[in-house]
């Protein structure tokens, strides 16, 4: 199985540890993973020309380019993202409206998509909000939920020194293809 991750964190910390522990189990598997930082990659803003909705690509030329093929030859897709004012980052948000040229032609169609949330509070409403905006893509993609993860962390190395934390990533890694 081919499985990327995308991590929307304009910094290194809880969700991008979060994912490499997700994706080092799935190599552990057997199963091929790649990881991206929306950090490290220059994602434009979509504009709303609607051009993908007839050529079926983005005329935005930047690191999208090099991204949507390979979340088409992904089998599992993971969105990761710190909660910001109650929702994903505007990295992430960026990234799913840049999703649009799939859209038109269900190329991510019955591709499995899970959520990894990190966030400080302990409110459901607030996970609830974050994963929402996860769950509301794959909708729209015609993609298969298949589950979400939510840590709580307020410092930057939280996740990793916490056992607990640590547990549950990997139990989730586990269920994830199983």
């Known amino acids: 199985m081919k499985i990327i991750a995308i991590c929307g964190s304009p910094r290194k910390g809880n969700t991008e540890f979060i994912l490499k ?14 990881l ?3 950090r490290e990659k220059r994602i434009q803003f979509c504009d709303g020309c609607l051009s993908c909705d007839e050529t079926e690509k983005c005329k935005l030329r930047d690191d999208m380019q ?19 004012f109650n929702n ?10 840049r ?6 032609k269900n190329k991510l ?3 499995k998509i899970v959520a990894a949330i990190v966030g ?3 409110k459901i409403e607030t996970i609830k909000k974050s994963t929402d905006c996860i769950k509301t893509a ?5 993609m298969s939920f298949v589950g979400d993860i939510y840590l709580v962390a307020r410092k930057n190395d939280e996740v990793e020194n916490n056992s607990e934390s640590l547990k549950q990533i990997d139990k989730f890694a586990e269920n994830l293809v199983s």
Not at 66 to 84: H, R
Not at 88 to 97: A, L, Y
Not at 99 to 104: C, D, M, S, T
């Open 21 to 34: 522990r997700i994706l080092t189990k799935m190599e552990e598997q057997g199963h091929q993973t790649r």
């Open 36 to 38: 991206i930082l929306l």
């Open 66 to 84: 090099i991204i949507y093929p390979q979340l088409e030859e992904s089998d599992l897709i993971i969105f990761g993202s710190p909660v910001y």
């Open 88 to 97: 994903v980052t505007g990295m992430m948000k960026n990234f799913i409206d």
């Open 99 to 104: 999703l649009l040229p799939f859209y038109y």
């Open 109 to 111: 169609r019955d591709k």
């Open 120 to 122: 400080a509070s302990d």
């Open 138 to 142: 794959a909708d729209l993609l015609k």
